[in-house]
């Protein structure tokens, strides 16, 4: 039985989120979608639509309790659209560029924008180095969740991020992207704020870097 309205409600109260009726509606579309494609492509191992609700929409909507994004966001490696696509629900007036490479995860991406009825997302194959080389200094944002190549990543966003541009990461544990770049000789692309704990989780953090370095 798809997921109720009311019951993503609930779900996102525990975050201290608070969306109108048309977002949540879309939210319980959305994992709709999710689950039925999950079958078919491997697009979450979280399979119970309550723990979809948390674990992606509401663990990527929190940063808006925080921060006041505005303009364009990148979202980097947007697997199945988190946080990327999640934020673009709960602010609709944002511009998202989501880049996703594998053609399958492109194509659910499409189908959510379609059935969601979300306009100024784009969908994009491109690796995030060509990407970033083509709009430089092109966004306010980028946003980067349960990628690999960190350090690489991080120096591409760099490139594209407008001189007050900034970089949120969803990460687990205790290491920071600071320790992530410190070997790779990039250690001052990024002056790091203090991560935020996400609620209902042990570990999870999302991290910001403030552009200090022009790329």
Same mark, same amino acid.
Request: aromatic share 6%.
């Given at each position: 039985m798809p997921i109720q309205p009311a019951a993503v409600a609930a779900s996102l109260a525990d975050f201290g989120i608070s969306l109108g009726l048309r977002h949540l509606e879309q939210i319980a579309s959305y994992v709709d979608l999710l689950t039925r494609w999950n079958r078919a492509i491997n697009l979450t191992a979280i399979l119970d639509p309550g723990e979809i609700v948390t674990r992606h929409f509401a663990e990527s909507i929190y940063i808006t309790r925080f921060v006041d994004l505005q303009g364009e966001i990148l979202d980097v490696g947007s697997g199945a659209g988190f946080?990327?696509?999640?934020?673009?629900?709960?602010?609709?007036? !944002?511009?998202?560029?989501?880049?996703?490479?594998?053609?399958?995860?492109?194509?659910? !991406?499409?189908?959510?924008?379609?059935?969601?009825?979300?306009?100024?997302?784009?969908?994009?194959?491109?690796?995030? *180095?060509?990407?970033?080389?083509?709009?430089?200094?092109?966004? *306010?944002?980028?946003?980067?969740?349960?990628?690999g190549n960190l350090p690489m990543i991080l120096r591409a966003t760099a490139r594209c991020l407008k001189r007050s541009g900034s970089v949120y990461l969803w990460l687990a544990g205790d290491e920071g992207p600071q320790d992530s770049l410190k070997d790779s000789g990039y250690s001052e692309l990024f002056?790091?704020?203090?991560?935020?704990?996400?609620?209902?989780?042990?570990?999870?953090?999302?991290?910001?870097?403030?552009?200090?370095?022009d790329c």
């Open positions: 946080p990327g696509l999640a934020i673009k629900i709960a602010r609709p007036e !944002l511009r998202v560029v989501l880049l996703e490479p594998v053609a399958k995860k492109r194509a659910f !991406l499409k189908e959510v924008v379609r059935e969601c009825k979300l306009d100024r997302v784009e969908v994009s194959g491109s690796r995030v *180095e060509d990407y970033c080389a083509q709009a430089m200094g092109g966004f *306010e944002s980028a946003t980067v969740r349960a990628v002056r790091w704020s203090e991560p935020t704990p996400l609620p209902v989780s042990r570990d999870r953090k999302i991290w910001r870097g403030r552009l200090v370095a």
